[in-house]
T-cell receptor
Framework: DQQVKQNSPSLSVQEGRISILNCDYT??????FLWYKKYPAEGPTFLIS?????DKNEDGRFTVFLNKSAKHLSLHIVPSQPGDSAVYFC??????????????FGQGTILTVHP | KAGVTQTPRYLIKTRGQQVTLSCSPI?????VSWYQQTPGQGLQFLFE???????NKGNFPGRFSGRQFSNSRSEMNVSTLELGDSALYLC??????????FGSGTRLTVV
């Protein structure tokens, strides 16, 4: 049961343009979401998060949007840079009970930014 | 402040052997969780420890086990290694639900 889904395995964007990475979730109990960037053979690096009490959160070039009714979130990167090329994961932490300390990840989207 | 430290970075083991991986969390973080990353399965949750107690376990066989010490350092052990256990093993420490910081991982290759 894939509770967090990233349906686009890859995305290719020109430098300077906008990158939009999408994520859907099915578990209504999720109330907090995180985006991570990952290079091969390294651990994920935290990018930005959003709480379900908000519908938007910005941090520099990164903005995350949350649409609770659609159970959908997206990460916007503007402008995209070649150094942004990596795998991007969205993740949701459990809220307790049998979900303590558990991050549920999407499958990841490989972003390639061309110079 | 120091990040999450995982040792060793790379490991090659033979089928049937056992292996122990180590994770030192960020100072003050009491929660340590472990994940397995493989090309086919993505990032899968193994287990989580808080104050030396396992609070949650993922859907992995009993060959995968872990523990946490009083200083919050954690180890995970895999016994009777199989080829399919080849993966990147990641640990994350957190202070609360939102602050998960990952180590660089241990790349385990089983031959």
């Amino acid at each position: 049961d894939q509770q967090v889904k990233q349906n686009s395995p890859s995305l290719s964007v020109q430098e300077g343009r906008i990158s939009i990475l999408n994520c859907d979730y099915t578990n209504s109990m999720f109330d907090y979401f995180l985006w991570y960037k990952k290079y091969p053979a390294e651990g994920p690096t935290f990018l930005i998060s959003i709480s379900s009490i908000k519908d938007k959160n910005e941090d520099g070039r990164f903005t995350v949007f949350l649409n609770k009714s659609a159970k959908h979130l997206s990460l916007h990167i503007v402008p995209s840079q070649p150094g942004d090329s990596a795998v991007y994961f969205c993740a949701a932490p459990g809220r307790g009970g049998t979900s303590y300390g558990k991050l549920t990840f999407g499958q990841g989207t490989i972003l390639t930014v061309h110079p | 402040k120091a990040g999450v430290t995982q040792t060793p970075r790379y490991l090659i083991k033979t089928r049937g052997q056992q292996v122990t991986l180590s994770c030192s969390p960020i100072s003050g973080h009491r929660s340590v969780s472990w994940y397995q990353q493989t090309p086919g399965q993505g990032l899968q949750f193994l287990f989580e420890y808080f104050s030396e107690t396992q609070r949650n376990k993922g859907n992995f066989p009993g060959r995968f086990s872990g523990r946490q010490f009083s200083n919050s350092r954690s180890e995970m052990n895999v016994s009777t290694l199989e080829l399919g256990d080849s993966a990147l093993y990641l640990c994350a420490s957190s202070f609360d639900r939102g602050g998960y910081t990952f180590g660089s991982g241990t790349r385990l290759t089983v031959v």
